[in-house]
């Protein structure tokens, strides 16, 4: 199990080590609007990670290449459909997501 933290929501999921950033944050119930179904080409799903990047998958090829092209881009910053969780903690900030609630 691996404890996701979704901010500015607050909430906290036992997530899946294996499962993507994007299943494991559809699964804590806050509803995301994304065009390309997860495949890593509208960059809807993009948001910084805060605590645990480690934990993350490591950035590929095409990921960097797609957040190269979204406008306020920062170090912290992954598409959440290409990072696949590990076994530690993460902690998420969402941009643009709407709640689930
Ligand atoms: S869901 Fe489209 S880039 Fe991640």
Redesign the pocket.
């Known amino acids: 199990m691996t404890v996701l933290t979704i901010q500015p929501q607050g909430i906290t999921f036992a997530a899946t080590p294996g499962m993507s950033l994007?299943d494991a944050i559809k699964a804590a119930g806050v509803a995301?609007i994304?065009?390309?179904?997860?495949?890593?080409?509208?960059?809807?799903?993009?948001l910084f990670v805060q605590e645990g990047r480690k934990s993350l998958s490591k950035i590929q090829r095409a990921e960097n290449e797609?957040l190269d092209t979204i406008v306020g881009v920062g170090s912290k910053s992954r598409?959440?459909?290409?990072a696949v969780l590990g076994e530690e903690p993460v902690t998420v900030e969402l941009l643009g997501f709407k709640s689930g609630f």
């Open positions: 994007l995301l994304t065009q390309c179904n997860g495949k890593g080409q509208c960059g809807a799903c993009h797609k598409l959440a459909c290409q």
